[in-house]
């Protein structure tokens, strides 16, 4: 047998078995993307009857698993929820090739070119827009916004020249480096997060890679825990990471691990010098392995060209897996860093460049959340309801970032009231989009499945 197809057997085995556990779950993973490679030489050579049988097979597996879900959901009376780990949600539509509604169609693609992108990124504003507030109606319930909050456990004195950032020591800004905060100064913060109407909470460290602090990661891993505990979705971005670590993250119970590729691989030397592009693949590979859900994006303003944009949605777009969530940031103009210095009023990040980054990822990567993450304070309210159009479905909450400014609480609770919009609960998954449970949107599957369909 095929190394794929044994994954798949064993995989269909430990459903049966009822296990559900994390090894199960990779391993769904990349038994889907197999069966989908199978799928494919299915239609073309008509071939592969043991593809067949097993992704017959995998389908049954996972659709029991669903109607549990659902039926769980049902008998409380709540609207369908999908499940909230991004890989198991995934799997659920493996053997689906693409969704369209409305002259509109969209697929969950790893073999996009940087043509293809640039061409989705550089169409006329409302067509662009037309096109991804229809992707995300397709995949998402668009009234549901994810909200995060944001706590610097470590702040300044970091030893990277990321050029944009309050917090290298090698900048002069208003940033006063501090020690890494308490366990419990930063559980308190947690539970008054959690009391605001937060549902997950990510801690930051101005670090460059965790390295050996073994004490400071015993502290981070007892505050995952506790944070877990308190039944919030936890995140942490804290520089770099070795494959030990992510695994003991995980263990402890983190949900996502942020970090950042910011910029195309081209941009990125005239933007830090003291890591590579590398590094930060090596870390997100690192943080894949170990079953964390990454966070990966980028921040506009950096003196990027469009090309740039798209270079790093690319990049995204054909990771292995796409990113859980990616946040898209404008730059927080800082004092003192060379670019808040260099940086001159009409070279700044507008409401429409930011839309427009939205929505290409919201097209591009249909099933992963869009982050509208810093730079809100500088946007208007309608401004941000364009942004949400596009497809962002994710925002970071509470008046602090990690060193700068965001909005306050109740300027976000009245922007949610304003547009309809209401918070995803912690370690839930997200809403089955409406226009999918009504019907309105059109499934294709993989032919494979269909003769099997056409055949049972
Ligand atoms: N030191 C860790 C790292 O770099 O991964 C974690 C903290 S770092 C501040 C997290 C991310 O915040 C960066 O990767 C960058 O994308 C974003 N960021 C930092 N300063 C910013 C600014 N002034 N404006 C917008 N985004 C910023
Ligand atoms: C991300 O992409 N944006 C957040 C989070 N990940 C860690 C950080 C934004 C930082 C903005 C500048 C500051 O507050 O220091
Ligand atoms: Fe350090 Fe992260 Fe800031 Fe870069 S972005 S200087 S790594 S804290």
Redesign the pocket.
Known sequence: MATGSRVVASTIRALRQGSSSSVVRDNIRSSSRWLSTQAVRVDRYNANPEAMAMMNNMHNNINNNNNNINNNNNNSNVRERLPNDDRERNSIYMDESSRSMAGVTASVRHDWTKDEIAKIYEQPFHELMYQAGTVHRMYWDPSEVQQCT?L?IKTGGCTEDCSY???SVRHKTFVKPTPTMKVQEVLKAAAAAKEAGSTRF?M?AAWRELGNKKNAFNHILEMVKGVNGMGLEVCC?LGMLDATQAKQLKQAGLSAY?H?LDTSPEHYPKVITTRSYEDRLNTISNVRDAGISV?C?GILGLGEQETDRVGLLHVLATLPEHPESV?I?AL?SVEGTPIGDDIDDLAKVDAFDMARMIATARIVMPRTMV?L??GRLSFSDAEQYMMFQAGANSI?NGD?????DNPGMDKDTSLFEKLGFVGKPAHKGPMVAPLEASGQVHISKYEATKQLYAAA
């Not at 602090?400 to 700068?404: G, I, S």
């Open positions: 944001l610097s950032c309050s917090q990510c930051g971005t942020n950042n966070c994006g946040p940031n927080v982050r993450s810093a970071f602090k970032l990690l060193t700068t």
